[in-house]
C-alpha cells in the first residue's frame, strides 16, 4: 500500500525561511521606494493640467472677445486685439496679463498674451488675421526644493470674417 505523503520528504528549514523572508522584504521596499516618484509624477500631472486648462480658457475669452461688438467694459472685436489695443486693458481686457495671485482660485500660475498680426496681411487695424499665443506659467509643488518656472502655451490663428 501506497502512502499519500512520501515520509522522506523533509519540509522547510529555518534558514530557508529566513531567505525568503528576506527576499520578500527586500521586493517591499523597492516598490515603497517608487511611490513617492509615482506621487510627484501624479502632481506634476495634475499642475500641468490645470496650466492647459488655464491656457484654454484664456484662449476661448480672447475668441470670444474678438467675436464681439461690446463697448463695455471696454470697446472689443477683432481690431483691439493688437499690442495696444483695449483687449490689453488691464483689468477689463481679456488679453490683459495675469500674475500670480491675480487669477480667481489659482493663485499658484500666471498667464502672459502675446500677439502678432500675420505678416502677409495689411498692418494693423486692417490686418485680417492675427497669431494669438497664450502662455501659463507656475512654480512646481513639492520636494520643498526651489524648481524653475514650469509653463504650458498655446497658440492659434484668428481671421476677421469677411
Given at each position: 500500500?501506497?502512502?499519500?505523503?512520501?515520509r522522506d520528504q523533509a519540509g522547510m528549514t529555518l534558514a530557508e525561511i529566513l531567505v525568503a523572508t528576506v527576499i520578500i522584504a527586500m521586493g517591499l521596499m523597492a516598490l515603497l521606494a517608487?511611490?513617492?516618484?509615482?506621487?510627484?509624477g501624479m502632481e506634476t500631472g495634475r499642475q500641468e493640467s490645470t496650466a492647459t486648462y488655464l491656457?484654454?480658457?484664456?484662449?476661448?475669452?480672447?475668441?470670444?472677445w474678438s467675436l464681439s461688438t461690446s463697448p463695455i467694459p471696454v470697446q472689443q472685436g477683432f481690431g483691439t486685439i493688437l499690442p495696444a489695443g483695449t483687449c490689453f486693458a488691464a483689468g477689463t481686457g481679456a488679453c490683459?496679463?495675469?500674475?500670480?495671485?491675480?487669477i480667481a482660485g489659482y493663485p499658484g500660475?500666471?498667464?502672459?498674451?502675446t500677439v502678432l498680426a500675420?505678416?502677409?496681411?495689411?498692418a494693423p487695424p486692417n490686418h485680417t488675421r492675427?497669431?494669438?499665443?497664450?502662455q501659463v506659467f507656475y512654480?512646481?509643488?513639492?520636494?520643498?526644493?526651489?524648481?524653475?518656472?514650469?509653463?504650458?502655451?498655446?497658440s492659434t490663428v484668428l481671421a476677421l470674417r469677411g
Open positions: 500500500m501506497t502512502h499519500p505523503f512520501p517608487a511611490v513617492p516618484a509615482g506621487i510627484g491656457a484654454q480658457d484664456k484662449m476661448e475669452r480672447i475668441k470670444s490683459a496679463t495675469e500674475n500670480y495671485g491675480t500660475y500666471r498667464r502672459v498674451v500675420d505678416p502677409d496681411t495689411p492675427t497669431r494669438v499665443t497664450v512654480t512646481p509643488e513639492g520636494d520643498n526644493v526651489q524648481t524653475a518656472e514650469r509653463g504650458v502655451s498655446m
